[in-house]
């Protein structure tokens, strides 16, 4: 997720975060994780510096392929 602000911590590179546009054009970063795990905030307070459910996301999803 290369276009979202990387001051927003580890959250936009997690494999658990999902991007949401408001009707009104802002961006919020909302966590997967929260849907089953009551630990997680759905709307993670930014910047998340650590967190105990990140997971990389893989560099494959970035990459076109050739
Ligand atoms: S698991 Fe943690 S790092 Fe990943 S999206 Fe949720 S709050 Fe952000």
């Known amino acids: 997720m290369p276009d979202l602000d990387p001051r927003a911590g580890l959250c ?9 546009t408001s009707a009104r054009g802002s961006r919020f970063l909302m966590c997967a994780r929260a849907a089953t ?17 990140y997971e990389r996301q893989s560099q494959d999803r970035e990459t076109p392929q050739a």
Do not use: A, E, T, W
């Open 37 to 53: 795990d009551p630990r997680f905030p759905k709307y993670p307070r930014l910047p998340v510096i650590r967190c105990p459910g």
């Open 12 to 20: 936009p590179s997690c494999l658990h975060v999902r991007p949401v």
